[in-house]
C-alpha cells in the first residue's frame, strides 16, 4: 500500500489462546494460534475487506483491532500511536474513534434497554453533549440509518434482524468513528436485507469518510463494498490486493480455489466455470502444519513448502502492490484454474 501514514497500521499481530490441562488444570498444555503474524494497513476512509473459511482469525482480528482481546505480540498503530497494550486512560481518547459493528443483531443489543439508551449510551460513557442533547442526536442517527426517529422509545424485541442491525450501526455512528471494524454485519440476516444494509454503509462510508475494516464470507457482498481484499487462512494473510486485482487475477492457490467456489450465472451457450475442489479438512489451529500452512491442501506443495514459510511480499518485478504469500504464485501466464481443476497434479 503507497499510503505512508495510514490511518490504521498492523505489523505481526498475533494472539494464541492457552489451552489448559492436567490438574487442576493450571498448566498449559498448548496454545490455539487463531491469528499468527498479521500485516496490513488501512487508510483513512478506505475499506479492506478480510475473507477466508471459518475459523481462520477473521472475527479474532477484528477484536484484537479494537482492543476487546490482548494481543499476544506484534504491534498496532493508530494514527501514528501504539495501542497495541495500552490502558484504560490511554485508550479512553481513541475507543470513540474506533467502532465496532457485531454480527448477530439480537445478542449485540440490551434487551433491556430503549433503542434511544442504546444509541445514547456511547455518549453518555464518553462524555460527549451534542448540541441540542443526546435525544435529538439519538432521532437523527435512526433517520440516518433508515428508521423512523419516533422508535426512540421502542425496546430491540420490537424490531426485525435488518432493524436491529440498522440500530447497531447507529450506536457505531453515535461516536463520529474513523475507523469501524464490521464483523460479518451482514451473515445472520436474509438475503433481501442484506443489500440494504450493506448500501447503507456505504453510503455512510461515501458521506462521512469512515474507514472499515470489513469482516465477511460473502465474497460477492466484500467485492462490492471493499476497495481493497485481504484473504486469510488458519491464522495468516496469504493474499492481499486491489479488488479488481485480486478477483480477476488471483495469485494464492486458495484464493484461486475461493474465487472458483463464488456462484455465477451464465448463458445455456456459456460453458461453467471449472470448480477447483480442495481435498482434506482445514488443520487445526493447535497444531499448523510446518512452513506453508496451505500446503496439505495445495496441488502446488514441495518440499520447500513444507521447511519454509512463504514471507507475504510482491512478485518479483512487480510494483503493483498485489502481496502474495506463496513459494510458487500463479500469474497471468501460468496454468489456468480451469485445467487445475481437471487436472490438479499439472501444476506440481
Not at 475442489?277 to 513444507?306: E, H, I, Q, Y
Request: aromatic share 6%; glycine share 8%; with cysteine.
Amino acid at each position: 500500500m503507497s499510503n505512508t501514514n495510514p490511518l490504521l497500521d498492523v505489523t505481526g499481530l498475533t494472539k494464541h489462546f492457552p489451552v489448559m490441562g492436567g490438574f487442576p488444570f493450571k498448566r498449559k498444555i498448548g496454545a490455539v494460534q487463531a491469528v499468527d503474524g498479521l500485516d496490513f494497513q488501512v487508510a483513512e476512509g478506505e475499506s479492506l475487506g478480510l475473507v477466508g473459511e471459518s475459523g481462520c482469525g477473521k472475527s479474532t482480528t477484528g477484536r484484537l483491532i479494537t482492543r476487546l482481546l490482548e494481543p499476544t505480540a506484534g504491534k498496532i498503530s493508530y494514527r501514528g500511536q501504539d495501542i497495541t497494550h495500552a490502558g484504560r486512560k490511554q485508550l479512553a481518547p481513541i475507543r470513540s474513534e474506533i467502532q465496532m459493528i457485531f454480527q448477530d443483531p439480537y445478542a449485540s443489543l440490551n434487551p433491556r434497554q430503549t433503542v434511544g439508551k442504546i444509541i445514547s449510551g456511547p455518549m453518555e460513557i464518553n462524555g460527549i453533549n451534542p448540541p441540542g442533547g443526546h435525544e435529538k442526536r439519538v432521532r437523527e442517527l435512526l433517520e440516518t440509518v433508515g428508521l423512523n426517529p419516533e422508535h426512540y422509545n421502542r425496546f430491540p424485541h420490537e424490531f426485525s434482524g435488518g432493524q436491529r442491525q440498522r440500530i447497531g450501526v447507529a450506536r457505531a455512528l453515535a461516536l463520529s468513528p474513523k475507523l469501524i471494524v464490521a464483523d460479518e454485519p451482514v451473515s445472520a440476516l436474509d438475503v433481501s436485507i442484506q443489500a440494504q444494509v450493506v448500501n447503507l454503509l456505504q453510503d455512510l462510508q461515501r458521506d462521512l469518510g469512515i474507514a472499515f475494516l470489513f469482516i465477511a464470507h460473502d465474497l460477492a457482498i466484500v467485492r462490492h463494498f471493499s476497495q481493497r481484499v485481504a484473504v486469510m487462512y488458519l491464522g495468516k494473510i496469504v493474499e492481499i490486493a486491489n479488488r479488481e486485482d485480486l478477483y480477476e487475477n488471483p495469485r494464492h492457490p486458495y484464493t484461486r480455489a475461493l474465487m472458483s467456489a463464488v456462484p455465477e450465472a451464465t448463458a445455456d451457450d456459456v460453458p461453467a466455470r471449472e470448480r477447483i475442489l480442495l481435498t482434506g479438512d482445514v488443520p487445526s489451529p493447535l497444531n499448523p502444519p510446518s512452513g506453508c500452512r496451505f500446503r496439505t491442501r495445495c496441488w502446488k506443495a514441495t518440499d520447500k513448502c513444507a521447511s519454509e514459510a512463504p514471507p507475504l511480499v510482491q512478485i518479483s518485478g512487480s510494483n503493483d502492490g498485489h502481496l502474495t504469500a506463496c513459494h510458487y504464485p500463479e500469474t497471468k501466464e501460468t496454468i489456468p484454474a480451469q485445467r487445475l481443476a481437471k487436472d490438479p497434479e499439472a501444476a506440481v
